[in-house]
């Protein structure tokens, strides 16, 4: 780890040990507002994908009053930074209903009110590479403090899924509930991927009648360090098979172009990623995909898996050789049935109603407790 990222979580540490909860001290001492509810993110500058669904339902419930919360931490400055965490404290101190869908230091920072209720709509599917605390990478051994701190519900995308995301992210396994992914419902509507289609093809005219390959891959290292492995060997392999490529790096590597990765599955006929948590919201398509690691041996060493990488039904290839076979392989020979049986054990809760099942538990507890 660099020194400059050092120097970044330890600024963390002091923000979540000792200012944030005393910002926090000081404006949650009156009573709650009735039907607060706050949508919050510290990653994205407007509403994350994985909260559209949840706050497009929420803001529609008698007698709830929405508050949005969306900044990047990475990209703003430090008046923004300071505007935002003050204004955010003040109205989280008086909330009844808090949702965020990724780590989010303000809330994992304060001993929150017992009547304050904080959702996590975590926005990974399924289970692949190791997170949380089981990683280096995503908590240094050095932290302090609780990164995954203060959620009374973490909702998973399946029954699998929850005793790892429990023991990982160092959460009370009865908050942690295989209700479904809020954001899958959305890939279910035939409105929404009709128009995925529509607007990629008017501006890629030149895809139509082609076979799309979308290469999606994790990043390595740490977020304020990342880096890909296989971009060329992808190029060149399409180029020879003469396909379509879509080339969509993590949101750390690769500018907006308007097309965001959720919006291509829709329109591209066969994934190829490595480790990404993409792979299980593609599985919803029941469309093939290829495992493409070419430095697999080294992140099973360094990072590792909760599952048997050579375990989902697809090809794992890792020459280019490989992936030019196991392209054509999976295209033409994997069986439905193969794919099917993945989405059930990984994605099973994630049938279009999840967003309803969420919100019936949520508000559904809250009026057992009156």
């Known amino acids: 780890m660099s020194l400059k990222l050092k120097l ?6 002091f923000l979540q ?6 910002i926090y001290f000081i404006f949650s001492r009156g009573e709650t507002e009735k039907g607060l509810v706050i949508f919050a993110d510290a990653h994205h500058d407007s509403c994350p994908f994985s909260m559209r669904v949840m706050r497009h339902k929420v803001a529609k419930l008698e007698g709830v009053h929405v508050k949005e919360f969306y900044l990047d931490f990475k990209k703003c400055s430090k008046p923004a930074l300071v505007r935002f ?10 909330a009844e209903q808090v949702f965020i869908c990724d780590t989010f230091l303000p809330v994992s920072s304060c001993h929150k009110r017992s009547e304050t209720f904080v959702t996590q709509l975590w926005h990974s599917g399924g289970l692949l590479k190791k997170a949380g605390y089981d990683s280096e990478d995503c908590v240094p051994s050095f932290y302090k403090g ?53 607007k990629f093809f008017k501006v890629h005219p030149e895809a139509i009648g082609k076979q799309i390959v979308l290469w999606a891959p ?19 392999v399409c180029a020879a098979q003469g396909r ?11 500018p907006d172009d308007g097309f965001p990765t959720e919006s291509l599955f829709a329109v591209a006929d066969i994934l190829v990623t490595d480790y990404s948590s993409v792979v299980f919201d593609w599985l919803l398509y029941r469309k093939p995909f290829v495992l493409f690691a070419p430095d697999l041996k080294d992140f099973d060493t360094e990072r590792g898996f909760y599952v048997d990488y050579h ?11 490989e992936l030019s076979a196991a392209i054509d392989h999976e295209l033409f020979c994997r069986s439905t049935a193969d794919l099917e049986r993945c989405v059930s054990y990984h994605m099973g809760s994630c049938d279009g109603h999840s967003t309803d099942r969420i919100i019936a538990e949520i508000f559904g507890r809250k009026g057992a407790d009156k």
């Not at 965490?85 to 008086?94: Q, T």
């Not at 375990?311 to 050789?321: I, L, R, W």
Request: glycine content about 6%; hydrophobic content about 40%.
């Open 85 to 94: 965490i003050i204004d955010f404290m003040i109205a989280f101190g008086r």
């Open 311 to 321: 375990s989902f039904p697809t090809t794992v290839a890792q020459t280019a050789d």
């Open 8 to 13: 970044r979580q330890l600024a963390k540490m």
């Open 244 to 254: 379509y490529l879509i080339k969509k790096l993590h949101p750390h590597m690769q």
């Open 146 to 198: 609780e990164v995954f701190g203060g959620y009374d519900l973490w909702t998973v995308s399946a029954p699998c899924v929850a005793p790892v995301i429990a023991s990982s992210f160092r959460q009370r396994y009865d908050n942690v509930r295989p209700l479904g992914i809020s954001r899958t419902d959305i890939y279910y509507s035939k409105k929404y991927n009709d128009l995925c289609r529509e």
């Open 17 to 22: 040990n000792v200012l944030l909860p005393f």
């Open 218 to 236: 994790t990043f390595r290292g740490n977020a304020a360090e990342p880096y890909v492995v296989g971009g060329e060997d992808i190029e060149k």
